[in-house]
């Protein structure tokens, strides 16, 4: 079984600033994937960034990075230089990729607030 | 870029009603998913579907819930009879496999009244 833990229900950055979202995981597998998605208010998914167990660099994706710990099992996001347009939902999400099935396990998300 | 459609956005039925949620994944993914999320909540995982079966599904996936193929690009979820608790948004998903990521569709918002 699998588990993602967003202990941020909401958290608040000053534009242009960056900003970490906290996502904690837990799983028997091996071999796994974990996901950022980001959720505006108007509900589509939008994928973000992934990083596979294995990869030994961090993730990168323009001002999105995946800080990957994996002795910690953390799997944190770090958004550089906020926008006022990352104000949005955002789910940490995890598969495995040995035996776990091919479903993602979601966290329960950090609304994320960017103010001026 | 490609991406996975859904029909209709916003649905609104009467309990005890049958609803048919329409998704077209992107032309070679092989592997395609149904969650849900009410609102406020986490997004659940429903059902996964690859080579014209279902290869998992989750609890909340009981009877009276189905997937089909129908035609080689469409892929539906039926609820039979809902339940005012089927109030959610309905996510589609596809991937081309397990090493490679999701694409959503934009969700159909279910409202059952």
């Known amino acids: 079984a699998q588990k993602i833990t967003q202990t941020q229900p909401g958290m608040f950055v000053q534009e242009k600033e960056a900003v970490t979202l906290d996502c904690t995981y837990d799983?028997?597998?091996?071999?796994?994937?974990l996901f950022w998605y980001k959720q505006p208010s108007s509900g589509e998914m939008i994928f973000l960034i992934y990083q596979g167990s294995y990869d030994e660099q961090n993730a990168t994706e323009g001002r999105y990075s995946l800080n990957f710990q994996k002795a910690r099992k953390s799997a944190n996001l770090v958004i550089s230089a906020s926008q006022l347009g990352d104000s949005a939902m955002y789910f940490c999400?995890?598969?495995?990729?040995?035996?776990?099935?091919?479903?993602?396990?979601f966290g329960t998300g950090t609304q994320l607030k960017v103010e001026l | 870029e490609p991406e996975v459609t859904q029909t209709p956005s916003h649905q609104v039925t009467q309990m005890g009603q049958e609803v048919i949620l329409r998704c077209v994944p992107i032309?070679?993914?092989?592997?395609f998913y149904w969650y849900r999320q009410i609102l406020g909540q986490k997004v659940e995982f429903l059902v996964s579907?690859?080579?014209?079966?279902?290869?998992?599904k989750s609890e909340i996936f009981d009877d009276q819930f189905s997937v089909e193929r129908p035609d080689g690009s469409n892929f539906t979820l039926k609820i039979r009879s809902t339940k005012l608790e089927d109030s959610a948004m309905y996510f589609c998903?596809?991937?081309?496999?397990?090493?490679?990521?999701?694409?959503f569709g934009s969700g159909t918002r279910l409202t059952v009244v």
């Open positions: 999400a995890m598969r495995g990729l040995t035996g776990g099935g091919n479903k993602l396990t």
């Open positions: 799983t028997s597998d091996q071999s796994y994937g």
């Open positions: 579907f690859y080579n014209n079966e279902i290869s998992e």
């Open positions: 032309s070679n993914h092989l592997y």
């Open positions: 998903a596809s991937s081309r496999g397990p090493a490679y990521g999701y694409t």
